[in-house]
């Protein structure tokens, strides 16, 4: 509310910091992107965990069900500015989609530009699939897995669902929205059961759009239970409850390990993403809620929260590291079999100064690009709309 006496300026000055801190940053979900990367990092350098602890398919879920969530917030907001500014939507969604590329493009395309100087044969032969983000259906058409160029499926599948995911919440009417996301949940399930029981090739369920949609939609649909503030709620259910959730919510952790020791023809194979859903969203809820304790320090812990925002790069970087970095060490006797730890050190190293390189030098100038097309003049309620046609009528 507005003050009857305006203070003195010394004051007014110092009260801009305090309004300028203020935000919706959320500095654990960053730490929470450090241990999803770690846990690619560990799949791909080789670490070994019993079976019912392997995280590193499930962390790749993980980023999925962020970009469900956030995009969805950020289309919201888009939604908003629309409707306020009354300007026709054109320009705000040419605005999300180069927003998009300026996240996603230049490490990207660095990546790339970087294994195909080196020499890696896989990049240069697929050039036109990477950089038009199709690897994922080149992985998918082929039928086998490009080890130096596998990790670019899930970017693939990322940039496919930024192209589509605008025009579905655009133009979905309020009221048809948890109907839609419960269907692509379902619809997730139902492709991978259809794939098992044709005995499609076992990539295709893995690695197409069709196949992660389930995840993308269970973060829209947290970011609709926020919004619509029933998050906020959760405090408030019987201890009987909250204390039954966790103990649910790491059963379905646990049960999505076992089941993706089954065998490929077997049908139940199909359910591990979806209990891996309900372990991720439950994450992600009570993160939003904010985390408090041991737990809750260490994710805000500034150099976890660090390696989070550095973490698209360490993904995008970090199997090319291992194929050009990996035979330099071995005159010094560090290889996969001898010194096997002192190898993962030095890949973790090498991985982490090229990420954190490529994160001050080349991310941030184009997300301060990213930001500037955002419009100043508006500040968009989160609330979301009803239906909006995609172009202006």
Same mark, same amino acid.
């Not at 309004?19 to 799949?43: M, N, T, W």
């Given at each position: 509310m507005? =003050?009857?006496?305006?203070?003195?300026?010394? /004051?007014?000055?110092?009260?801009r910091?305090?309004?300028?801190v203020?935000s919706s940053y959320?500095?654990? &979900?960053?730490?929470l992107?450090c241990l999803?990367? *770690?846990?690619?990092?560990?799949?791909?350098f080789?670490v070994t965990?019993p079976a019912? %602890?392997?995280?590193g398919?499930l962390?790749?879920? *993980?980023f999925f069900?962020?970009?469900?969530?956030?995009?969805t917030?950020? &289309?919201?907001?888009?939604q908003?500015?629309?409707i306020?500014?009354?300007?026709?939507? #054109?320009l705000?969604?040419c605005r999300?989609? +180069?927003?998009?590329?300026?996240?996603?493009?230049?490490p990207f395309?660095?990546?790339?530009?970087i294994?195909a100087l080196?020499?890696?044969?896989?990049?240069?032969?697929n050039f036109?699939?990477?950089?038009?983000f199709?690897a994922?259906?080149y992985?998918a058409?082929?039928?086998?897995?490009?080890?130096?160029i596998?990790?670019f499926?899930?970017?693939a599948v990322?940039?496919?669902?930024y192209?589509?995911?605008?025009?579905?919440?655009?133009?979905?009417?309020?009221?048809?929205f948890?109907? =839609?996301? !419960?269907?692509?949940i379902?619809?997730?399930?139902v #492709?991978?059961?259809?794939c098992?029981?044709?005995?499609?090739?076992?990539?295709?369920?893995?690695?197409?759009?069709?196949?992660?949609?389930?995840?993308?939609?269970?973060?829209a649909?947290v970011?609709?239970?926020? /919004?619509a503030r029933?998050?906020?709620r959760?405090?408030?259910?019987?201890?009987?409850?909250l204390? !039954?959730?966790?103990?649910?919510? *790491?059963?379905?952790?646990f +049960?999505?390990?076992?089941?993706?020791? +089954?065998?490929?023809t077997?049908?139940?194979l199909?359910?591990t993403?979806?209990v891996d859903a309900?372990?991720?969203?439950?994450?992600l809820a009570?993160?939003l809620?904010?985390?408090?304790?041991?737990?809750?320090?260490f994710?805000?812990?500034a150099p976890v929260?660090?390696?989070?925002?550095?973490?698209y790069?360490?993904?995008?970087?970090?199997?090319f590291?291992?194929?050009?970095?990996?035979?330099l060490?071995?005159?010094?006797?560090?290889?996969?079999d001898?010194?096997?730890?002192a190898?993962?050190?030095?890949?973790l190293?090498?991985?982490?100064?090229?990420?954190?390189?490529?994160?001050?030098f080349?991310e941030?100038p184009?997300?301060a690009?990213k930001? !500037? %097309?955002k419009?100043?003049r508006?500040?968009p309620? *989160?609330?979301?709309a009803?239906?909006?046609?995609?172009?202006?009528?």
């Amino acid at each position: 509310m507005p =003050t009857l006496c305006a203070p003195p300026p010394a /004051q007014r000055r110092e009260s801009r910091p305090a309004e300028k801190v203020k935000s919706s940053y959320q500095p654990h &979900l960053d730490g929470l992107r450090c241990l999803a990367i *770690f846990g690619v990092l560990f799949e791909h350098f080789g670490v070994t965990f019993p079976a019912l %602890l392997r995280f590193g398919p499930l962390s790749v879920r *993980f980023f999925f069900v962020l970009s469900g969530y956030f995009i969805t917030l950020s &289309l919201w907001k888009m939604q908003s500015e629309i409707i306020n500014s009354n300007s026709g939507s #054109f320009l705000p969604v040419c605005r999300f989609y +180069l927003a998009r590329f300026l996240r996603i493009g230049p490490p990207f395309y660095l990546a790339l530009a970087i294994g195909a100087l080196f020499g890696i044969e896989e990049v240069r032969t697929n050039f036109l699939w990477l950089a038009t983000f199709q690897a994922n259906n080149y992985i998918a058409f082929e039928g086998y897995w490009p080890e130096a160029i596998s990790h670019f499926w899930s970017l693939a599948v990322q940039e496919q669902f930024y192209i589509v995911w605008p025009v579905i919440v655009l133009t979905l009417p309020k009221r048809w929205f948890l109907p =839609t996301m !419960a269907g692509f949940i379902l619809f997730g399930l139902v #492709f991978r059961i259809y794939c098992i029981s044709t005995a499609a090739p076992t990539l295709v369920r893995w690695v197409t759009l069709f196949g992660c949609f389930d995840s993308f939609a269970v973060g829209a649909l947290v970011a609709y239970l926020r /919004q619509a503030r029933l998050l906020d709620r959760m405090r408030f259910l019987s201890r009987t409850t909250l204390f !039954a959730m966790p103990l649910a919510a *790491f059963g379905c952790f646990f +049960l999505g390990r076992a089941l993706m020791t +089954l065998p490929e023809t077997n049908i139940f194979l199909s359910l591990t993403e979806s209990v891996d859903a309900v372990f991720l969203a439950w994450l992600l809820a009570i993160s939003l809620g904010g985390i408090n304790g041991i737990y809750g320090r260490f994710l805000s812990w500034a150099p976890v929260v660090y390696v989070g925002k550095i973490s698209y790069g360490i993904y995008v970087y970090h199997v090319f590291v291992i194929i050009l970095v990996s035979p330099l060490l071995i005159p010094y006797g560090l290889s996969v079999d001898h010194f096997a730890t002192a190898r993962i050190l030095v890949l973790l190293a090498v991985t982490l100064a090229l990420s954190s390189l490529s994160w001050h030098f080349l991310e941030q100038p184009f997300l301060a690009w990213k930001e !500037a %097309l955002k419009s100043p003049r508006l500040k968009p309620t *989160f609330k979301p709309a009803p239906s909006l046609p995609l172009m202006a009528r």
